[in-house]
């Protein structure tokens, strides 16, 4: 896990930042080939997206950032064999802040907005791959993250996804 931060450059005019640069992202061991970008419009505050994740062999690292409205951004460790398998964290992502967060393969992402109209862009190092589509209840009493909304707005899809002890019977981690 990491958070990137470029300053961006301001003057009068506004504010010029770079959002990608190789070398930074090489020096942290982060991959530098994206090969797939998306973006997700949250319209309304208190709209939990996640916790979703693909299966291998078509796990993907990504690279999350808000640029518009703020969000609550959750990872969780699904890594088989990892001394944090199970723990979630935690990271404050909003537009102006200038901060990215890569999340590497092996984890289940989701977010919860804390404002009206959320735009989230995320790069993937994988292609998405439908059938490998996968998650976790974002609510799971067994995860207890400790989520900013406590009744929010949830795609159905969302609300049917595996309980993490259901995860772990079946696949032992990722």
């Not at 990504?62 to 398998?85: E, H, N, P, Y």
Request: proline share 5%; charged share 25%.
């Amino acid at each position: 896990m990491a958070v990137i931060r470029f300053d961006p450059f301001t003057d009068h005019r506004g504010a010029f930042a770079r959002t990608y640069d190789g070398k930074v992202f090489e020096q942290q061991g982060i991959p530098v080939e994206w090969v797939q970008e998306n973006q997700s419009v949250s319209l309304t505050k208190g709209t939990v997206r996640g916790l979703h994740f693909l299966l291998p062999p078509h796990t993907d690292g990504k690279l999350v950032r808000c640029i518009q409205g703020a969000v609550f951004d959750v990872a969780v460790d699904l890594r088989a064999g990892s001394r944090t398998q199970g723990q979630w964290m935690s990271f404050l992502l909003r537009a102006g802040d200038d901060s990215m967060l890569y999340i590497p393969k092996g984890f289940a992402h989701g977010f919860c907005t804390l404002s009206d109209h959320s735009l989230i862009l995320y790069k993937h190092d994988s292609y998405y791959d439908k059938a490998s589509d996968s998650g976790i209840l974002w609510n799971d009493p067994a995860l207890a993250i400790e989520w900013p909304e406590e009744d929010p707005i949830i795609s159905e899809k969302d609300k049917g996804l595996m309980t993490y002890q259901e995860f772990i019977k079946k696949y032992n981690g990722l």
